[in-house]
């Protein structure tokens, strides 16, 4: 059961943060959970939680905090592609780029054509093979490889 202000509150809040006004958008998600809160006394709509950590990790740099609202939404609606999406997002932003393009698969997985997530599985970009695939990607012998191959020298 959808409680209205809480529901007029989050298009509210999509609406700015589409219009590039975070912080409004930021405190239109919290209200909405707040409301929520109040109306049923149960767990707000896993969608106002996790466009709530967005604009916390964002908007305020609050990293730790953001994580923790979208991870708690995936756990609630895992098959919400939108989610996932916001998820993959914070986890970007906060430098977790192998955990970001495996929840931007999943929601791709949940949801069928995604927008958004192929737009930022574009952003991020394909790696190259490793130079010498035979040992871990990571090797010392394997990065510098990569940086010369990278840099101009492409026969190893």
Do not use: K
Request: net charge positive; hydrophobic share 35%.
């Amino acid at each position: 059961m959808l409680i209205q202000s809480a529901e007029e509150s989050y298009q509210r809040g999509l609406r700015a943060l589409s219009d590039g006004r975070g912080t409004e958008a930021m405190a239109l998600f919290e209200a909405a959970i707040r409301i929520s809160w109040r109306g049923r006394g149960s767990r707000p709509q896993a969608r106002y939680l996790s466009y709530y950590g967005l604009c916390l990790a964002l908007v305020r740099s609050e990293s730790r905090e953001g994580l923790r609202f979208c991870r708690e939404a995936v756990t609630l609606e895992s098959y919400n592609s939108d989610i996932r999406c916001n998820l993959g997002r914070v986890l970007l932003s906060v430098g977790r780029r192998s955990e970001a393009y495996r929840c931007f698969v999943r929601g791709l997985a949940s949801g069928g054509d995604h927008p958004a997530i192929r737009s930022a599985l574009r952003s991020m970009g394909i790696r190259s093979r490793s130079t010498l695939p035979f040992l871990p990607r990571h090797s010392r012998l394997n990065v510098l490889l990569g940086r010369l191959r990278a840099n101009g020298w492409r026969s190893v």
